[in-house]
Every structure is written in structure tokens, then in C-alpha cells.
Nanobody, 126 residues
Framework: QLQLVESGGGLAQPGGSLRLSCATS????????IGWFRQVPGKEREGVSC????????VYAGAVKGRFTISRDNAKNTVYLQMNNLRPEDTAVYYC???????????????????WGQGIQVTVSS
């Protein structure tokens, strides 16, 4: 059974850092692209970042480029999202998601992903 479980969320101050983890099981991570998404109440889910299955190419939304870094450790079946210089507008529920297949590139469109974690709250506030 394919599962994704997010961890590492919580409260951070503006300018602070958090690292989210997406622990996966039930599939071979090196054959899946992984995306991170976020959602606030009343808004659509938006793409944050993704890392492709083949070559590990990455994509970032403009709002997080230069502050967030996505990485993967296939041996640990885990994908990370390092979030630095956090801003109050980064407050949201963050989700990781997976789509199977060997792709050089990935997309940060929610409709492209088949499997989702349950989400984890990130709050940036002083």
C-alpha cells in the first residue's frame, strides 16, 4: 500500500527555518516524482516545489524560489523540503504527493499527482 507521511511542521518565527519530511512506503521512490503543495482555507491548493524521478531535476514556485530547497534520499525513501527565511504568507497546510513514472522533469500542478499525504500545518508568526 503506497503511503506518504509528512512531518516536521509546526510554528516558526518570521525569518526562521523548518524542514519538512515526506516519508514514503509501499513503492520505490526512485521511480516516482514527488511534489510539495500547500493550501490555506478558502484557497486552492498551490504547488510549492517538485523533484523528478529521473535525474532529480527540481522546480520551485516563484514565491519560494531562493528560500526553499527540495531534496530526496532514495535510500531512506524520504523527500525533504528545507524552508528558510520563512514569511507569514508561508503559513498553510503542506502536503507531499507522488506520481509514478520515469520523468526528467516534474510539474507543480496538483492534478498531475496520484497519491497524497495527509498534510501538516506550518505556521509562521511572531
Amino acid at each position: 500500500q503506497l503511503q506518504l507521511v509528512e512531518s516536521g511542521g509546526g510554528l516558526a518565527q518570521p525569518g526562521g527555518s523548518l524542514r519538512l519530511s515526506c516519508a514514503t512506503s509501499g513503492f520505490s521512490l526512485d521511480s516516482y516524482s514527488i511534489g510539495w503543495f500547500r493550501q490555506v482555507p478558502g484557497k486552492e491548493r498551490e504547488g510549492v516545489s517538485c523533484i523528478s524521478s529521473s535525474e532529480g531535476n527540481t522546480v520551485y514556485a516563484g514565491a519560494v524560489k531562493g528560500r526553499f530547497t527540495i531534496s530526496r534520499d532514495n535510500a531512506k525513501n524520504t523527500v525533504y523540503l528545507q524552508m528558510n527565511n520563512l514569511r507569514p504568507e508561508d503559513t498553510a497546510v503542506y502536503y507531499c504527493a507522488a506520481v509514478g513514472g520515469l520523468y526528467r522533469l516534474c510539474m507543480i500542478r496538483p492534478a498531475e499527482y496520484d497519491y497524497w499525504g495527509q498534510g501538516i500545518q506550518v505556521t509562521v508568526s511572531s
